[in-house]
């Protein structure tokens, strides 16, 4: 079934008419993952990061542009030291998405995003649907 996620995001990005969903995706699955890690050893996200990462997450779900609004105007040092908590808090789940979600507009949801970008064998994006 994984195999086949690439191709059904791309026909979901055609069908839904979402042509950035593709691009989103790679960045989620790909770029993302592979900055954070570069930064060690103290790996964190940009606001920059964390926008992109909430278009990703809407483009694939329910469309809220408040929860972007929100994440977008975070002071980057916030993001910045809220996200080194986070992933020096794992494998404590609970509580690195509690640091996550101090964050104006990052709920549960976004903050496992985040983490599993980080450690995807250790926190598994749960989306809001």
């Not at 542009?65 to 980057?76: A, C, G, Q, T, Y």
Request: with cysteine; proline share 8%; aromatic share 8%.
């Amino acid at each position: 079934a994984l195999s086949t996620y690439p191709s059904q995001i791309q026909s979901l990005s055609l069908t839904k008419k979402k042509p950035d969903l593709v691009s989103l995706n790679q960045f989620y699955c790909n770029e993302l993952p592979s900055l954070i890690h570069q930064r060690n050893p103290n790996p964190f996200i940009t606001t920059q990061e964390l926008s992109k990462l909430m278009q990703w997450k809407l483009t694939r779900g329910k469309w809220r542009p408040r929860l972007l609004d929100f994440v977008s105007s975070i002071e980057d040092a916030v993001v910045k030291r809220a996200s080194e908590k986070a992933f020096e808090s794992l494998p404590d789940v609970e509580k690195a998405i509690s640091e996550l979600s101090a964050l104006k507009g990052v709920g549960p949801a976004t903050a496992s995003a985040v983490l599993a970008a980080f450690a995807p064998n250790l926190t598994p994006f749960m989306s809001d649907e």
